[in-house]
């Protein structure tokens, strides 16, 4: 695996150390920007179908 290809996390709490695959931060980048779009929603932002739109065109 290359190391570009890495990403590290650490957890404050218990100071571990993981690393990520590219697919692994593909997800997690997916995952993310569905809650960053859910929250601007709440946050009355974003419309339903604006929202919608995003979280199709996201899965």
Partial sequence: MLES????VT???NLTNRTLN??????L?????????KE????NILSDTQ????LARNS
């Fill in 5 to 8: 290809d890495k990403y590290k």
């Fill in 11 to 13: 957890e404050k709490g």
């Fill in 22 to 27: 590219a697919a692994q931060q593909k997800e």
């Fill in 29 to 37: 980048k997916k995952i993310l920007k569905c809650g960053i779009y």
């Fill in 40 to 43: 601007l929603h709440k946050r």
């Fill in 51 to 54: 929202l919608n739109s995003l």
